[in-house]
């Protein structure tokens, strides 16, 4: 991690943690992880699986709020619910692949339903945006993976540093 401390928000998405029928232990646990490695957590938001309401969330933390970097978790599988995919794509600038690509190939080496995870990471104006899993296993080794390259990425994006070498 660099000295400079990126901005950050964690969306948790689900319906029943909305309702309060189910306890969110996916978002703290993000949290938790993000503030170790010296982020900066200024916004921590639960949702239902509503494609328009996720879109207006992503799209006011990434122009209004100016968050560095935003993380979601949930609502990124195979239920008619999930959503959160298609609403990060309908609201980004940028595709960043290689992110998801790469949680998915670190999971595929603990589960093989990590294939079925539809997580997208994007790039809105100067924000990052990664869908992780809505379980707490899943975000803790997904993050584990991509962690250590987020510095870089967002140093770049944010025009904090302009070299891509090195």
């Given at each position: 991690?660099?000295?400079?401390?990126?901005?950050?928000?964690?969306?948790?998405?689900?319906?029943?943690?909305?309702?309060?029928?189910?306890?969110?232990?996916?978002?703290?646990?993000?949290c938790?992880?993000?503030?170790?490695?010296?982020?900066?957590?200024?916004?921590?938001?639960?949702?239902?699986?509503?494609k328009?309401?996720?879109k207006d969330?992503?799209?006011?933390?990434?122009?209004?709020?100016?968050m560095d970097?935003?993380?979601?978790?949930?609502?990124?599988?195979?239920?008619?619910?999930?959503?959160?995919?298609?609403?990060?794509?309908?609201?980004?600038g940028?595709?960043?692949?290689?992110?998801?690509?790469?949680?998915r190939?670190?999971?595929?080496?603990?589960?093989?339903?990590?294939?079925?995870?539809?997580?997208?990471?994007?790039?809105?104006?100067q924000?990052?945006?990664?869908n992780?899993?809505?379980?707490?296993?899943?975000?803790?080794?997904?993050?584990?993976?991509?962690?250590?390259?987020?510095?870089?990425?967002l140093a770049?994006?944010?025009?904090r540093?302009?070299?891509?070498?090195?």
């Amino acid at each position: 991690m660099s000295e400079y401390r990126w901005k950050a928000a964690v969306v948790t998405l689900s319906d029943s943690g909305y309702r309060g029928e189910r306890e969110d232990k996916s978002g703290p646990l993000l949290c938790e992880i993000l503030t170790e490695k010296g982020y900066i957590i200024e916004k921590k938001i639960l949702l239902p699986d509503d494609k328009q309401k996720i879109k207006d969330c992503l799209c006011r933390l990434c122009d209004e709020e100016k968050m560095d970097i935003v993380f979601t978790t949930g609502g990124t599988g195979f239920s008619p619910r999930d959503c959160t995919p298609e609403a990060t794509m309908e609201i980004a600038g940028r595709n960043v692949p290689g992110i998801a690509e790469a949680m998915r190939l670190a999971s595929l080496k603990i589960t093989p339903r990590a294939m079925l995870s539809r997580g997208a990471s994007v790039i809105r104006g100067q924000t990052l945006i990664i869908n992780l899993p809505g379980s707490p296993k899943a975000v803790r080794e997904n993050l584990e993976a991509v962690l250590p390259a987020l510095d870089h990425g967002l140093a770049i994006l944010t025009g904090r540093d302009g070299e891509c070498a090195g």
